[in-house]
T-cell receptor
Framework: DSGVTQTPKHLITATGQRVTLRCSPR?????VYWYQQSLDQGLQFLIQ???????AKGNILERFSAQQFPDLHSELNLSSLELGDSALYFC?????????????FGPGTRLTVT | GENVEQHPSTLSVQEGDSAVIKCTYS??????FPWYKQELGKRPQLIID?????GEKKDQRIAVTLNKTAKHFSLHITETQPEDSAVYFC???????????FGTGTRLQVTL
């Protein structure tokens, strides 16, 4: 167990809908990262938040947005969903005690768009 | 931006043999190189990492080597066991944002 939690584990929704994925980082970690992993694909970096502020953006679609709250949990919002958005979405956290490199992943949310 | 290439995409070894996975990166500013193991349907798990000021690091049966000049790094697993079967991802970290760029993964199968 990495200490990073994600909810829900599974999500099935229809095209055009909007969903919210939630992530709680390890205790003490200030950074949260979101990644997308499509079937048989690698891990694609989406976005990073550090202590409530956006720090870096990767290949995140305009239909997707994220935020990090004062208690450091983060939410990834996916809207106008398309079939191609079906994937595993992972969050990771880092930053405990000044160590900023190691990233620990949560169990992921499997999103299925039908 | 950073680009990480990983080879091979699949690797089959017999139990007890060694396995080597290689990665190259493009950004000379990259300074941290982790390796993750991912079992089917589970989270990527950090198994070993190396920083740019170190050439080699070992942890029991796994080791990572880094050649900064050639911009490549490798994962070595000795005395492989069936539980080593998984997909392994290399990654490189660049920039102050701690953005990780991942390789495309290597599916390792350890046969009896």
């Amino acid at each position: 167990d990495s200490g990073v939690t994600q909810t829900p584990k599974h999500l099935i929704t229809a095209t055009g809908q909007r969903v919210t994925l939630r992530c709680s980082p390890r205790s003490g970690d200030l950074s949260v990262y979101w990644y997308q992993q499509s079937l048989d694909q690698g891990l694609q970096f989406l976005i990073q938040y550090y202590n409530g502020e956006e720090r870096a953006k990767g290949n995140i679609l305009e239909r997707f947005s994220a935020q990090q709250f004062p208690d450091l949990h983060s939410e990834l919002n996916l809207s106008s969903l398309e079939l191609g958005d079906s994937a595993l979405y992972f969050c990771a956290s880092s930053g405990r005690q000044g160590v900023t490199y190691e990233q620990y992943f949560g169990p992921g949310t499997r999103l299925t768009v039908t | 931006g950073e680009n990480v290439e990983q080879h091979p995409s699949t690797l089959s070894v017999q139990e007890g043999d060694s396995a080597v996975i290689k990665c190259t990166y493009s950004d000379s500013a990259s300074n941290y190189f982790p390796w993750y193991k991912q079992e089917l349907g589970k989270r990527p798990q950090l198994i070993i990492d190396i920083r740019s000021n170190v050439g080699e690091k070992k942890d029991q049966r796994i080791a990572v080597t880094l050649n900064k000049t050639a911009k490549h790094f490798s994962l070595h697993i000795t005395e492989t066991q069936p539980e080593d079967s998984a997909v392994y991802f290399c990654a490189a970290l660049t920039g102050t944002a701690s953005k990780l760029t991942f390789g495309t993964g290597t599916r390792l199968q350890v046969t009896l």
